[in-house]
């Protein structure tokens, strides 16, 4: 099973859309497999799709969790 999200991820669809390698590789791993880890994913789940930024990468846990951190304070 893959994410849930794929219909409306935003860079499922639109940003990986002008990357056709990066996207093929994403997908298998992240959005087709092991989601859980997927920094986007992870934003999504605990706060919404909304507070995620357009050009987060799903392997940018880094930046993913910095984002989670400012949330959770906010
Ligand atoms: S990029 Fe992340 S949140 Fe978006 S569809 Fe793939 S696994 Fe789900």
Redesign the pocket.
């Known amino acids: 099973m893959g994410?849930e999200?794929?219909n409306s991820?935003q860079?499922?669809i639109d940003i990986m859309a002008g990357m056709p390698k990066t996207a093929d590789y994403?997908?298998k791993k992240?959005?087709l497999a092991c989601?859980e880890v997927?920094a986007?994913?992870r934003i999504?789940k605990e706060f919404n799709g909304e507070a995620i930024p357009v050009r987060l990468f799903?392997f940018d846990s880094e930046r993913g969790a910095r984002i989670l951190k400012r949330l959770r304070r906010e």
């Open positions: 994410c999200r794929t991820c860079f499922f994403i997908k992240y959005c989601f997927c986007r994913y999504y799903p």
